[in-house]
């Protein structure tokens, strides 16, 4: 049922947030932490690297993250560190159904770094051939990258992309933060995790993985204070902004503040649907007094049935909304699937107590239901949108299937419609990639041109401008004006602001935004006059 109800929703959306740059069908792909093979004391931390950079390089492809991979380790007993023969890992992909696997070793001899992996095809139990990249240690990043984009010629052997669009499409942390980061992980014990990520973060203050672990590394110690202040510094275009605010939520909510609470659960909810968000925002709901909180929890219960919290949190909803019916109706379903369940037993048979005869010999007896002490609702604390990821990355995949067959120039259109939809969400890197592929499918289009330009125009400025000429070169729209208009404002220069704002009004005279931005412009303009004219 929550498998359906996710499909759905997914097919509702009209972009997904997990796109991929270079679409294969539906292949699930495995990054094993590689062999140390050198004698060099104190690199056993650059096994577990190996994941850390190689999977997000590897595009088109779901590839099992870092959690998921321990996951997998514990249920089939074996331990965290791991670095399993070749028999061993043959084994692991079976039991986690995945179509690929990378192995790989490390070497240091003192001088020159190097790393050799291997694709394990599981369709076809091939090994591929041996793929090697070498550079310095200090070059360690690099040296993975190149690796990766070397296992790219073997996964994906049409892959059109350059060695130096590769190597600049991810920006890599300072070596000595990524080393931090790294052993962060890897720590057995949350004080040395905590004393990890933050010396990542001194050394990298814009290293947001390292601030999203410190962040949830203080939210497992039940530091929720601190947790609050490092989750709050994830910006929303970041991909890791909808797990850290979920955390940020569940801190806010421990802290008492309801409202931040509900409003980084809506952040989330807005984005993915997934069903312990819905719960907890009934929750927070519950706690502010509002009424919305029984139709979260009827979404939840929508959702997964089978989960007896959703019941119990929507048997208080209900209760306290007057309906003690329906809310015992919930607790008997709960406890059919959870018969030890005291908290809800005891709630059921309160509510089952008969109505309270009140009044006197004098006076006109009244009944009063029976007064229920209700109890807290419970919050789900794990963050799971693995399913979701899934389901997205193969939804994903049958659009690019379904899309193979076209014209270019009709696929361009689907990107560009896909991009505005993420970027509208605030998902600033997945838009730009759809508006990157839309280019590179047909130069020609002026709205995915646009859309590369409101994606640069937030840090690169000048390349902003270029992409929103080359729009209007391709076609005048008000839109790119009123971009470059907004451009030239942040260089101070109102003048040329004020030109750009006519054009585009020349083409749209009733556009709002214009007509704003020229009362502003004109507004601009009369304060410097003023400020200049003498006195």
């Not at 296992?151 to 059109?160: E, F, G, Q, T």
């Not at 390292?210 to 202040?229: N, T």
């Not at 361009?412 to 509208?424: D, I, W």
Request: glycine share 6%.
């Amino acid at each position: 049922m929550k498998r359906t109800l996710v499909i759905t929703l997914l097919v509702g959306l009209c972009a997904s947030a997990f796109a991929q740059r270079t679409p294969l069908p539906g292949k699930t792909l495995l990054v094993l932490p590689f062999q140390n093979n050198s004698k060099v004391p104190g690199l056993d931390w650059i096994g577990e690297s190996f994941p850390e950079v190689l999977g997000p390089r590897l595009t088109g492809f779901f590839v099992i993250d870092r959690q998921e991979r321990l996951h997998a380790f514990d249920r089939l007993g074996l331990p965290a560190n791991l670095r399993p023969s070749r028999a061993t890992a043959y084994e692991i992909a079976q039991a986690m159904d995945v179509d690929y696997i990378i192995l790989g070793s490390y070497a240091y001899d003192g001088q020159s770094f190097s790393a050799r992996a291997q694709v394990l095809d599981m369709e076809g139990l091939h090994l591929s051939q041996l793929v090697i990249a070498s550079g310095s240690l200090p070059s360690l990043i690099q040296v993975e990258t190149l690796l990766a984009l070397n296992l790219m010629h073997i996964l994906a052997p049409n892959l059109a992309t350059s060695r130096s669009e590769f190597l600049s499409a991810q920006p890599a942390p300072r070596l000595d933060a990524f080393e931090n980061y790294i052993r962060g992980l890897v720590a057995t014990s949350r004080q040395e995790q905590i004393a990890r990520f933050r010396e990542a973060v001194r050394l990298n203050p814009a290293y947001t993985q390292a601030i999203f672990q410190l962040g949830k590394a203080c939210y497992e110690g039940r530091d929720y204070a601190a947790a609050e202040g490092w989750l709050e510094r994830i910006p929303k275009s970041d991909p890791l902004a909808r797990e850290a605010s979920f955390y940020l939520g569940i801190s806010n909510y421990y802290l008492s503040q309801y409202e931040k609470a509900q409003n980084a659960f809506d952040f989330v909810a807005s984005r993915l649907p997934l069903t312990e968000v819905y719960n907890n925002l009934g929750v927070v709901a519950g706690r502010r007094g509002q009424k919305s909180a029984s139709e979260y929890f009827e979404r939840a219960v929508e959702a997964d049935p089978r989960d007896p919290d959703y019941r119990f949190n929507l048997a208080i909803a209900l209760a306290r909304n007057g309906d003690s019916a329906g809310a015992a109706r919930q607790l008997r379903e709960l406890l059919a699937l959870r018969p030890l369940d005291g908290e809800a037993k005891t709630l059921l048979d309160a509510l089952s107590r008969p109505p309270v005869m009140t009044g006197t010999a004098t006076t006109t007896p009244t009944i009063k239901p029976a007064e229920v002490k209700l109890p807290l609702e419970r919050i789900k604390r794990n963050y799971d949108e693995a399913l979701f990821r899934q389901l997205a990355f193969e939804l994903e995949n049958l659009s690019e299937m379904k899309l193979a067959d076209k014209p270019p120039r009709e696929h361009a259109v689907f990107h560009v419609e896909r991009g505005r939809a993420l970027l509208n969400q605030g998902f600033m890197g997945e838009a730009e990639k759809q508006f990157h592929e839309a280019v590179t499918l047909d130069p020609s289009n002026a709205a995915a041109h646009l859309g590369m330009a409101r994606i640069l125009a937030a840090d690169k400025p000048s390349e902003a401008r270029a992409e929103a000429r080359t729009a209007l070169h391709l076609q005048a729209s008000a839109e790119a004006y009123l971009l470059l208009a907004q451009l030239d404002l942040r260089d101070n220069n109102s003048a040329a602001a004020g030109d750009d704002v006519e054009r585009a009004l020349e083409l749209e005279p009733a556009n709002a935004a214009a007509v704003a931005l020229k009362r502003d412009i004109a507004a601009r303009l009369a304060d410097k006059s003023h400020t200049l004219a003498p006195q």
